[in-house]
């Protein structure tokens, strides 16, 4: 007897072979109309996914209001995607074809090389296949026979991924729809019409497994969704996306450059963009003096033998550049982390419970060899800064250091505008061997963690698998503008660094005796180059005030008003401000224009009644015209502006940043 248990606590009871099909018809036509999956114990299921026959497991039936079910329309439009393919053209051979954050890809090997030209005629076809509605069948066959079909289906990639990734499998899965048939686990939608609108997006070349020495194949990407109004909204948000793109405004505006004679993934921060990421710079520096933070320098190279007794070499071996060989065989790597650098700060000379807590800042440089189909612009670079500081405390001091960590985070956060985030705890997997130290330091570290989070009101989900390989985590996941979300800053906790195993740390107790003392590694930017992205995507360069490489222009409206506005632009940069003058001898129509077009938050306009009343006329890139007023008042007013870092800007969907500012606030 099976005991379906349902999550309004109700239960249900089975003598016979069941499926989540089966709970669902028993409970009503209406639900089992409605149902397109099931999650058995947490995992998202097919409705004929067959149930144990005995013992008792929890079943949650999903229908078009659950987010879960949007993925297993997806997969199944993949199939129909891949099938309307192999209709149009001859000889495709299928590779693998996953959901992803926002749609789907499927990877083909043919002939004929797709363009979006040939995007209307495999919509097309899906559509007639979709119309046929056909159900999505599920076939359990051995490894024997699994083999076989592939072998006759003649999909030479299927064959092998049996021989190879799917070598431990005795069992194997394939859907059927149609003349259609691929090894796949699922789960499908029971029926194609459920998916009500999809789109093609893109095609771009992927290799077999990722593998570059493989045979490239061609990766078709679409998306799906159960109504035509939310893939309307999501193609309008894939146009904004592109709009904002931080690798064409960072050209645009100035900001960086990549350079293949340097290298890829090596970015050159152009003046625009330096001064953006030295304000971000300063005012993490004013924030860490405050806080109690020491500054230190380390160097950019290592001896390999600080990276093995970290653990990052070998650890991190396949994302690390090769070790430089020297005479007498001495071997050094580029920094991959900063951590062991700063244990050795710490191991510089002994060290009372009286130093601590010990806070080492350093806006230290690392390197890490990224392939290069997976660099992205800022957000995916071979070479990038990070905030970076560690904390070396007494195992009593643990709480209160990571509650700072955490409240600092939030407050830089907050003060950039990105208020939407939440805060993710990474936990060890207990059945992994990839984690180092002892299970109780583990178990103490984690619990530490929740408590803290909790102390400060901050609502965090667990995720076990996601730890750092030395110790539990705290990361700060934002949503942009866009709702798409970034993996920013992260605290993470440390018994193991510091270890007699590792580093063997000690700090002499009040008792006179050795103890080992607890790390602490923040970021709470992550790095600079990822957070730079981040931001001209969220803000599409339009930068706050404070944070503005060019904060204001002044400009002239008549040639005699020249010599007044050039003395206004001194006055405003003696105050500190970042300003330029445009006095050329353009109409004033073409000067707003070219301020608009270049982001700049204000611009201070003066006319000859200026020059006679010492007045300005002030105009806002977002609110137009505020009108003429003494240069007092506006060098007041921008003062708090800065000094307050109001973020003013206020997003409106497709059509870009509104005409009305709020501060802090969307």
């Given amino acids: ?19 989540p099909h089966d709970v669902a018809a028993a409970i009503g036509p209406g639900l089992a109309k409605a149902a397109i999956a099931a999650q058995v114990d947490g995992q998202t299921v097919g409705l004929d996914f067959r149930l144990p026959v005995e013992g008792s497991v929890e079943l949650r ?49 043919l002939e004929h090389a797709l363009t979006e030209e040939d995007f209307p005629k495999i919509e097309a076809e899906m559509r007639k296949i979709i119309a046929l509605d056909e159900p999505f069948e599920r076939l359990e066959t051995s490894r024997k026979e699994a083999l076989q079909l592939c072998h006759d289906l003649h999909q030479r990639y299927k064959v092998e991924h049996l021989e190879t990734g799917l070598a431990e499998h005795n069992s194997l899965s394939f859907y059927r729809q149609g003349e259609f048939i691929d090894l796949c686990r699922g789960p499908h939608t029971p029926r194609p019409k459920t998916i009500g609108a999809f789109k093609l997006l893109s095609v771009a070349g992927a290799y077999w497994k990722g593998d570059a020495s493989r045979k490239q194949l061609q990766r078709l990407y679409a998306t799906a969704f159960f109504n035509k109004a939310d893939l309307k909204a999501h193609l309008e948000k894939i146009e904004e ?18 350079s293949p004679l340097v290298g890829s993934g090596l970015i050159l921060w152009l003046p625009k963009g330096a001064r953006v990421r030295a304000k971000l710079e300063s005012f993490i520096k004013d924030e860490l003096e405050v806080r109690g933070y020491e500054p230190v320098y380390t160097p950019n190279i290592g001896r390999v033998e600080l990276y093995e007794t970290s653990g990052h070499y070998p650890y991190y071996a396949d994302s690390q550049f090769a070790p430089i060989a020297m005479e007498q065989e001495e071997r050094y790597l580029l920094k991959p982390m900063n951590c062991p650098h700063h244990v050795m700060i710490y191991k510089a000379r002994p060290r009372s419970y009286r130093d601590l807590p010990l806070r080492l800042a350093e806006f230290g440089s690392v390197y890490r060899y990224e392939k290069s189909g997976e660099l992205s612009g800022l957000t995916r670079v071979r070479g990038f800064t990070q905030d970076d500081a560690h904390i070396f405390c007494t195992p009593d001091q643990v709480a209160e250091e990571f509650r700072a960590c955490l409240e600092m985070t939030q407050y830089i956060l907050k003060s950039l505008g990105l208020d939407d985030y939440s805060v993710r705890l990474g936990f060890r997997d207990p059945s992994s061997d990839k984690y180092v130290g002892e299970e109780e330091n583990w178990v103490r570290a984690e619990g530490e963690l929740v408590e803290v989070c909790q102390g400060v009101g901050i609502d965090a989900t667990q995720e076990p698998g996601e730890a750092a390989f030395y110790g539990p985590k705290a990361d700060f996941v934002v949503t942009d503008c866009l709702g798409r979300e970034w993996q920013l800053g992260t605290v993470q906790l440390d018994y193991n660094l510091p270890s007699p195993e590792r580093f063997g740390l000690e700090y002499i107790g009040a008792d006179n005796q ?24 969220h803000f599409a360069g339009a930068f706050p005030l404070w944070l503005a490489p060019e904060q204001m222009r002044v400009m002239n409206v008549t040639e005699s008003a020249e010599t007044y506005a050039r003395q206004v ?18 109409k004033l129509g073409a000067k707003i224009r070219d301020a608009q077009l270049s982001l700049i938050p204000y611009m201070l306009i003066v006319g000859n009644r200026d020059v006679e009343e010492n007045t300005v006329s002030l105009r806002d890139r977002i609110e137009g015209d505020l009108g003429a007023m003494p240069l007092e008042q506006v060098t007041g007013k921008l003062l708090k502006e800065v000094a307050d870092r109001v973020v003013r800007q206020k997003y409106t969907g497709s059509t870009g940043w509104g005409e009305h500012g709020a501060k802090n606030g969307y």
């Fill in 1 to 19: 007897m099976l005991t379906v248990l349902l999550p309004d606590g109700s239960e249900k009871q089975f003598g016979q072979p069941s499926t």
């Fill in 61 to 109: 039936l999903l229908t078009k209001k659950d987010a879960e079910s949007l993925d297993v329309i997806r997969h199944s439009c993949a199939h129909i995607m891949a099938r309307a393919v192999m209709r149009l053209f001859d000889g495709v051979q299928l590779a693998f074809g996953p959901t992803v954050e926002g749609g789907f890809y499927y990877d083909f090997d």
């Fill in 241 to 258: 996306a592109k709009k904002r793109d931080h690798r064409l405004l960072g050209k645009q505006l100035d900001l960086f450059t990549i």
């Fill in 514 to 537: 050795a103890h080992q003392p607890v790390m602490i590694h923040r970021a709470p930017l992550g790095s600079f180059e990822r957070f730079m992205g981040v931001l001209i995507e």
């Fill in 569 to 586: 632009e001194i006055k405003l940069r003696q105050l500190g401000f970042r300003v330029s003058g445009d006095y050329r001898g353009e």
